[in-house]
């Protein structure tokens, strides 16, 4: 069964750290990826997403994300977290013809002043 | 402005009492989904259509139900075979996934 396997539950930086969260997928095939940001009392954003063509994708806020095929796996990095990346992230994978996205369980990320 | 919007933020639900919890979009598109989000258990699918009039059981569908008599309108019904509704339930649309505020849904 395809799955989404993310390292981390639960990370503490403090300000100007370097962030990457681990996110792996058990599937062979062509996959699309996503990552989402919850930030505190808010719904569910797109920060990224990878289809097809340069690994590394850029997204929204300075997150980047590489995709590495060899080892079914999709990190999210930013260089220098602020205080207001305090968010709960979350990977996601879509895999095959099936337009359903199957889910990491969050990585909860605290950032202190 | 586009978008997919959920109805009611929060909902209050008293034992044996079925609710509904509304999903409207704008964006044309032919997908959507309910997910049930629990704390430390990430996003778990409910329900999915993936057309007008046709929809398919996700993997915690047991206690739930939902229609698509329109391609703008998803709803969800916690019906009281639903033993633990309270949780954060989210409506999102498309295949690259576009997400609602959510509601909150409290048994009382």
């Known amino acids: 069964a395809q799955s989404v396997s993310q390292h981390n539950h639960h990370v503490i930086l403090s300000e100007a750290a370097s962030l990457e969260l681990g996110c792996n997928y058990s599937?062979?095939?062509?996959?699309?990826l996503f990552w989402y940001v919850q930030y505190p009392g808010q719904h569910l954003q797109l920060l990224l997403k990878y289809f097809s063509g340069d690994p590394l994708v850029k997204g929204i806020k300075g997150f980047e994300a590489e995709f590495i095929k060899s080892k079914f796996s999709f990190n999210l990095r930013k260089p220098s977290v602020q205080w207001s990346d305090t968010a709960e992230y979350f990977c996601a994978v879509n895999a095959g013809n099936n337009r359903k996205l199957i889910w990491g369980l969050g990585t909860s990320l605290a950032v202190n002043p | 402005d586009g978008g997919i919007t959920q109805s009611p933020k929060y909902l209050f639900r008293k034992e044996g009492q079925n609710v509904t919890l509304s999903c409207e979009q704008n964006?044309?598109?032919?997908?959507m989904y309910w997910y049930r989000q629990d704390p430390g258990q990430g996003l778990r699918l409910i329900y999915y259509s993936q057309i007008v009039n046709d929809f398919q059981k996700g993997d915690i569908a047991e206690g739930y139900s939902v229609s698509r008599e329109k391609k703008e309108s998803f709803p969800l019904t916690v019906t009281s075979a639903q033993k633990n509704p309270t949780a954060f339930y989210l409506c999102?649309?498309?295949?690259?996934?576009?997400f609602g505020s959510g509601t909150r849904l409290t048994v009382v």
């Open positions: 999102a649309t498309g295949g690259g996934y576009t």
């Open positions: 599937y062979g095939g062509t996959v699309n």
């Open positions: 964006l044309n598109h032919d997908a």
